[in-house]
């Protein structure tokens, strides 16, 4: 199988690398921790301007009409760079929406994502933690026309900047997408501080939040169909930003190895760290191709797009962290500290490991494909 991009596919990512390495340097990323809403809208503006906001949308709201393969691209270097900013969320509640919002919904809210005048994120996670969509214990309930929705929602990426947030919740008919603005009374956000400073974290309590029925994403009850889809794709999108954080440690050591002396010969002569910057090699290049095979059967609807997915999410979770953490042993006493950028990568990676489904969750899944 040839997994080399097409002319477009590397002038896409070409132009992110460039974009990237000049706009969201170490210093900028650091900088934006102390800001209040911590993502540069400069940056945004540029990214949207760039198409990178539309990519996946379709052309009549905006967008490039392009798919998952070009959209792992992009995250690919924004793990690379460790960006700090809504793209994932945004992204994946934009395809909800383009999947199976009215047209009144897609008119309202897919040009403004387009643009980068709108931003959006997914509460998929309850207060248990599991992201199966079948333990989803947020309620909806009839209240004339629209509905009242009370539950609590954990870990939102980015929820105090998003414009609407894209909520499950358990109506009588079955499992139910809502289109709620965080505005809307009712519902309370929480900071959340996790271990990559570069991810705003909220926690949502939704004590009974009044939404009208043109908040209804599908029909109601057949919200699990389009989660399982959105947490497929959620796995896939998370993998490449781990590939390209996992990449960047790579790259790292392998550029310390060749300057760091010890003995009077650089450190890369030795033999335990070439040995342990080939098996990082070995883990980024396996991760590389369970991310763009699964991106490819997401995009041509293989038969084993599902399975797929939960290889790639498996596997990378896992390898990232290892190469991550030896990448550590190759840097010695300076990986550790403060102001050396390799915890940037590593907590990046680290954080996105349970996102969407952590390794464990998703070997399950494997499981009951195989089984099945």
């Not at 997914?122 to 009839?142: H, Y």
């Not at 043109?214 to 009850?221: F, M, R, S, T, W």
């Not at 102001?339 to 390794?359: I, S, V």
Request: with cysteine.
């Amino acid at each position: 199988m040839d997994f080399a991009f097409n002319d477009d596919q590397q002038l896409l990512k070409n132009a992110a690398r460039s974009f990237l390495d000049e706009q969201c340097t170490s210093a900028v990323v650091r900088g934006l921790w102390d800001d209040p809403r911590g993502e540069s809208e400069a940056m945004w503006k540029d990214m949207a301007q760039l198409g990178w906001l539309g990519l996946s949308l379709p052309e009549a709201y905006g967008g490039s009409g392009l798919g998952m393969v070009e959209t792992a691209i992009l995250l690919e270097e924004m793990g690379r760079a460790a960006y700090p900013g809504p793209y994932l969320p945004t992204v994946l509640a934009a395809h909800a929406i383009a999947a199976a919002g009215t047209k009144e919904q897609k008119a309202r809210w897919l040009p403004g994502i387009a643009t980068g005048g709108a931003r959006a994120t997914s509460a998929f996670v309850d207060s248990d933690l599991s992201w199966d969509p079948a333990t989803t214990a947020t309620r909806a309930e009839k209240a004339g026309t629209g509905w009242r929705l009370s539950g609590a929602k954990q870990f939102v990426a980015w929820a105090h900047v998003a414009d609407v947030v894209l909520v499950p919740a358990r109506a009588p008919e079955g499992l139910t997408l809502f289109l709620v603005e965080p505005a809307s009374a009712g519902l309370a956000l929480k900071p959340v501080t996790a271990i990559d400073l570069g991810t705003r974290w909220a926690a949502i309590a939704l004590d009974n939040v009044s939404v009208g029925p043109d908040a209804v994403l599908g029909a109601p009850g057949s919200g699990e169909r389009l989660v399982t889809e959105l947490l497929r794709r959620g796995s896939v999108a998370a993998s490449a930003e781990m590939l390209g954080a996992a990449r960047r440690c790579l790259d790292m050591s392998v550029g310390y190895a060749k300057v760091r002396e010890q003995f009077g010969q650089p450190i890369g002569s030795f033999q335990a760290i070439r040995h342990k910057c080939a098996e990082m090699l070995l883990e980024v290049e396996n991760s590389h191709a369970a991310v763009y095979y699964a991106a490819w059967a997401l995009d041509a609807a293989a038969p084993d797009a599902a399975l797929a997915a939960s290889v790639a999410k498996s596997y990378v979770s896992e390898a990232a962290r290892r190469v991550c953490g030896e990448a550590l042993q190759v840097h010695g006493g300076i990986g550790f500290t403060w102001e050396y950028d390799l915890h940037l990568y590593q907590k990046r990676a680290k954080a996105l490991e349970p996102m969407y489904g952590d390794a464990d969750w998703h070997r399950e899944l494997i499981l009951r494909h195989v089984t099945d």
